[in-house]
């Protein structure tokens, strides 16, 4: 008698994600060099722990020692390039040259920032010097990480100096480089601006926590959990990785890594099942995206956001709740559908284990999340809800012998945690350039004049226009680093044009994680396909058919904003949410082309007509919309009745 099969949250890609993250693969020590860095990452890990609950500490000073830390793990774990010389096992001369440099200019930063600003933030040539060898050694950091990223904040830089050359709006007075250096390194709209802030609070916190869990086999419980509700359904592992990438997703915040943790143990399990290679990785693509922005934890951005509109997390994370739901219901059905025209069917039951076995044994794991949640929603702020959620992660797998967290494994998910904080933290510090220079140059309100000149008072003009910007400025950048960018140069052309300031910053935020499965740079998907060994530009493609709902659906709550239940009235939010959700389940029909049953292609144009119908905000066209459906869901009911009773006519002919 087969026993039941359990996901083993070990078997993940190590590789994968460093390709795309970082530019070069993460260094593997052994020996004292190990130890340095499993000391180096418990000593951080305690610092932020300390800071973030009981230590204060003034916020310039808190993100200077963060990026130290950030500098020093950078220069020890990845090297300059990929040659030869510069070794994979041990830092290099230049290594160490880099990592003094960075923690000399940081270090200066703490010593003299005080003084500075008792003398009125009259700098001396020592400070220049400082500041222009910290702002290099970031550059040099974030190039060995994120060096897509780094190009970008070099493209801002080189705008402070040559934006007096540029003609019309783009063009500036132009800058010192006395000026630039001193509003980058010691302002506080630069390198120590909001992007440093966010990696050294709520960033760390929740990367730190989403580690905690894992090593404490949460991932495991996840999988089999949702191997019980939906592994025997058909196209069973389709959606198990939909609904465990989703859940794993809005805590580790990152769809890179999510996809390459995640997407080792469902896409093999979906190819398997009879998926194409292709399918496979787009589906597990389009779930690690979408856990960006689904709530309760939202990947951390929705921390940030409430920090940038001032109100309380739990006003974001409500806001969350509907286009979470219409994404992901939009893959599981797209899923369905694919998995009943192709015939496929579910795990067997041999295969699955018993939910009494899967709570019994491991259900103690999901404590610190519901702890989470419960001091979300008393209003604990979310630093406070991370650090007693990572305690509580300890105290819960103490609960059973299987899952129990000794100091060996307590270690271990902080080293973790310190290295999965890495690239994500060099993206949000050099994100300050870019940052920095749109609050000195005025860039931003450059881009929405423009916008808004061409648009004029064409909400949807402007708003395909900020779509597109997000989208490019969202590339091959971490989830929350892509919403700070975004949020500071594209949400104000819609809040302009009188959008709800939450409708603003969720549109932009979509999109800006969208982008991970946006042609050219779809990195989510080219992860998925190395993965599959699928070709990589089909599995874009598909994987942007599947997550069609995600770049529709913000323009929904731009212009039914109550769909972010920001409504007082219930009924209110109600009605545009249930033509919004039969919206989701056209496009699914229309994109798969089966809807109770093979669709014709007229059905399928109609289909894909009623989804654009019910995005519109007129009475009317959500009539038509739902009609349309309605109409299309009617003729399969009858073609499929009508089929059936044929088949029995046929069977009783003698």
Same mark, same amino acid.
């Given at each position: 008698?087969?026993?039941p ?6 078997e ?11 530019d070069?693969r993460?260094?593997? *020590? @052994? ?9 180096l990452?418990?000593?951080?890990g &305690?610092?932020? #722990? ?6 204060? &500490? ?10 130290i830390f950030?500098?020093v793990?950078?220069?020890l ?8 010389? *510069?070794? =994979? ?6 290594? /160490? ?15 003299n *920032?005080?003084?500075?600003? #008792? ?45 007096? *050359? =540029?003609?019309?709006? =783009?063009g ?11 509003? =980058? ?16 609070t709520?960033?760390? @916190? ?27 359904s ?13 859940l794993?997703?809005m805590?580790?915040?990152?769809a890179?890594?999510n996809?390459?943790t ?6 093999p ?58 994404y ?8 369905h ?9 579910g795990?067997?039951k ?8 899967v ?6 794991l ?6 989470l ?14 650090v ?33 904080a ?18 000195l ?10 916008i ?8 949807f ?13 969202? @590339? ?22 009188e ?10 935020l979509?999109?800006? /994680?969208l ?37 529709? @659906? ?16 219930i ?8 033509t919004?959700t ?7 029909g229309?994109s ?8 014709t ?14 995005i ?11 009609v ?6 009617a003729?399969?009911?009858?073609q ?15």
């Open positions: 008698m087969n026993t099969k359990t996901i083993n949250s070990g993940i890609s190590e590789e994968l994600p460093y390709k795309y993250e970082g070069t993460m260094r593997q *020590y @052994m020996g004292i060099m190990a130890v340095i860095i499993t000391a990452s418990v000593i951080w &305690l610092f932020q #722990l300390y800071v973030s609950s009981f230590g204060v &500490l003034d916020a310039i000073i808190l993100r200077s020692w963060h990026i950030l500098l793990m950078v220069f774990l990845f090297p300059a390039g990929k040659k030869p010389a *510069y070794s =994979l096992h041990r830092p290099t001369w230049w290594d /160490c040259i880099c990592l003094l440099a960075g923690a000399a200019s940081f270090g200066y930063l703490i010593l *920032y005080s003084e500075i600003a #008792l003398r009125g933030g009259y700098l001396l040539p020592l400070d220049y010097l400082f500041a222009v060898l910290g702002i290099l050694i970031v550059f040099e950091a974030a190039r060995r990480t994120v060096r897509s990223l780094a190009i970008l904040a070099a493209v801002f830089l080189l705008y402070n100096f040559a934006g007096s *050359y =540029l003609p019309g709006i =783009l500036h007075v132009g800058f010192s480089w006395k000026r630039i250096v001193e509003h =980058l390194f010691w302002g506080g709209q630069g390198l120590l601006g909001i992007g440093a802030g966010v990696s050294a709520f960033v760390f @916190m929740f990367i730190l926590f989403g580690s905690f869990l894992k090593i404490s086999g949460f991932s495991r419980f996840i999988n089999n959990l949702a191997l019980t509700i939906a592994g025997r058909p196209g069973g592992p389709a959606k198990v990785s939909v609904i465990a990438s989703s794993m997703g805590v580790n915040g990152s890179l890594a996809v390459a995640t997407g080792s143990i469902t896409i399990m979906m190819i398997k099942n009879g998926y194409k290679r292709k399918f496979a990785a787009a589906v597990e693509a389009a779930a690690s995206t979408g856990g960006q922005f689904a709530p309760p934890i939202m990947g951390a951005a929705g921390f940030i956001m409430a920090e940038f509109l001032g109100v309380p997390y739990t006003t974001v994370m409500l806001a969350a709740v509907v286009p979470a739901f219409l992901f219901l939009t893959l599981i059905m797209a899923v559908f694919e998995a009943r025209k192709t015939g496929l069917k795990i067997s041999e295969n699955i284990p018993k939910v009494k076995q709570l019994k044994e491991e259900g103690h999901s404590i610190p999340l519901v702890t949640i419960v001091l979300l929603l008393l209003g604990y702020t979310p630093l406070y809800a991370a007693f959620s990572i305690i509580a992660t300890v105290l819960a797998s103490w609960l059973r012998r299987k899952t129990r967290m000794g100091l060996k494994e307590i270690i271990q998910a902080f080293e973790e945690g310190a290295k999965s890495v690239s994500v933290g060099v993206a949000c510090v050099i994100i300050g350039v870019i940052v920095g220079t749109v609050s140059t005025g860039l931003g309100l450059s881009f929405g004049y423009g808004l000149k061409f648009a004029g008072d064409q909400l003009l402007a708003a395909l226009f900020v779509m597109i910007l997000s989208i490019i400025l969202g @590339m091959g950048v971490p989830g929350v680093a892509a919403y700070v960018i975004v949020a500071a140069v594209a949400a104000p052309v819609l809040i302009e044009l959008v709800p300031a939450i409708a603003a910053h969720m549109f932009v979509i999109y800006a /994680c982008s991970n499965i946006t042609p050219p740079v779809a990195l989510s998907s080219y992860i998925a396909a190395g993965i599959a060994n699928a070709d990589q530009t089909q599995t874009s493609l598909v994987a942007l058919r599947l997550g069609l709902t995600g770049f529709i @659906m913000p323009f929904m709550f731009i212009y039914h904003p109550e769909i972010l239940l920001r409504s007082e009235h009924t209110e939010s109600m009605i545009p949410i249930i919004a039969i919206g989701v389940l056209s496009l699914a229309a798969q082309g089966w809807l109770l049953k093979q669709t292609h007229a059905q399928r144009l109609v289909l894909l007509l009623a989804a654009f119908c019910l519109e905000p007129s009475f009317l066209f959500d009539i038509a919309g739902v349309l459906f309605v109409v299309v869901l003729l399969q009911i009858y499929k009745n009508n089929f059936q009773l044929k088949d029995e006519q046929f069977d009783q002919v003698p």
